[in-house]
């Protein structure tokens, strides 16, 4: 899978929109963008992903560059449960086929941290 | 909403014994995976499981390892003979699909070995 770069930390504040980035310059054509997010002392979460379009949904939306070498996470409205470790993740469609390849690789991620 | 639910929560065992990580997947769900997490460390991929066999296992998942579905709910992750580096957050995962479908991870267990 190709590479993701994200910064190791950003902080937000309760109620405002948070824009996480994610950098895959070497992104191929079939592979999606993935976001999950870890709060403290759970297991990942599944929030988003994509193609090439934007997408929207109860969570987040996904806004991803034209020429998909970058992507952001937006929290429209921060809450204190929003604080966690985001993680971008691509996952490429061709490598997957017959049940094989389907793990997902995370990073380290980036920790939100939310203030009231 | 349905969730992925694991047992024990906390598991402490002497170094050399055998563990027994359990998980209930999702219901409807047909593709199932385990993880671990060491302490301040990133998440890991050990073995996903589809169709009653393993699908692919990373470098970690050795001999030591092994994964069963015993029954149609249960899915579970045995470590032979624990070694004192076993010691981490083991999340069970499991999907509808393939690379499409999200991941659903349960809580996960905390093992020590001491």
């Not at chain 2, 030591?64 to 076993?86: A, M, W, Y």
Request: glycine share 6%; net charge negative.
């Amino acid at each position: 899978d190709a590479k993701t770069t994200q910064p190791n930390s950003m902080e937000s504040n309760e109620e405002e929109p948070v824009h996480l980035p994610c950098n895959h310059s070497t992104i191929s054509g079939t592979d999606y963008i993935h976001w999950y997010r870890q709060l403290p002392s759970q297991g990942p979460e599944y929030v988003i992903h994509g193609l090439t379009s934007n997408v929207n949904n109860r969570m987040a939306s996904l806004a991803i560059a034209e020429d998909r070498k970058s992507s952001t996470l937006i929290l429209h409205r921060a809450t204190l449960r929003d604080a966690a470790v985001y993680y971008c993740i691509l996952r490429d469609v061709e490598s997957n086929s017959g049940g094989s390849n389907y793990k997902l690789t995370f990073g380290k991620g980036t920790l939100l941290t939310v203030n009231p | 909403e349905p969730e992925v639910t694991q047992t024990p929560s906390h598991q402490v065992t002497q170094m050399g014994q055998e563990v027994i990580l359990r998980c209930v997947p999702i219901s409807n769900h047909l593709y199932f995976y385990w993880y671990r997490q060491i302490l301040g460390q990133k998440v890991e991929f050990l073995v996903s499981f589809y169709n009653n066999e393993i699908s692919e296992k990373s470098e970690i998942f050795d001999d030591q390892f092994s994964v069963e579905r015993p029954d149609g709910s249960n899915f579970t992750l045995k470590i032979r003979s624990t070694k004192l580096e076993d010691s981490a957050m083991y999340f069970c995962a499991s999907s509808e699909g393939g690379w499409d479908q999200p991941q659903h991870f349960g809580d996960g267990t905390r093992l020590s070995i001491l």
